[in-house]
């Protein structure tokens, strides 16, 4: 899980500080970069959720261990 995790988190961010534009062969720059944001504060905050959900887990099989 904490690989998965590395790699959504680098993913995202590499959407984030990706190039500023892309050039076609007919040199026309896309410049509007919403999209490729979006999808990138998406991966990192489902990768940031996951590690929570990780760091949960973890603690409830840690205390139902000392219980049982």
Request: hydrophobic share 45%; glycine share 8%.
């Given at each position: 899980m904490v690989f998965v995790t590395a790699v959504m988190m680098g993913t995202g961010?590499?959407?984030l500080v990706g190039p500023r534009y892309v050039t076609?062969?007919?040199d026309k720059r896309i410049t509007n970069r919403e999209t490729s944001r979006w999808?990138?504060?998406s991966l990192i905050t489902v990768s940031a959720l996951f590690l929570f959900m990780?760091?949960?887990q973890l603690l409830d099989e840690a205390s139902?261990?000392?219980g049982h």
């Amino acid at each position: 899980m904490v690989f998965v995790t590395a790699v959504m988190m680098g993913t995202g961010i590499m959407f984030l500080v990706g190039p500023r534009y892309v050039t076609h062969s007919s040199d026309k720059r896309i410049t509007n970069r919403e999209t490729s944001r979006w999808i990138g504060y998406s991966l990192i905050t489902v990768s940031a959720l996951f590690l929570f959900m990780g760091a949960l887990q973890l603690l409830d099989e840690a205390s139902h261990h000392i219980g049982h």
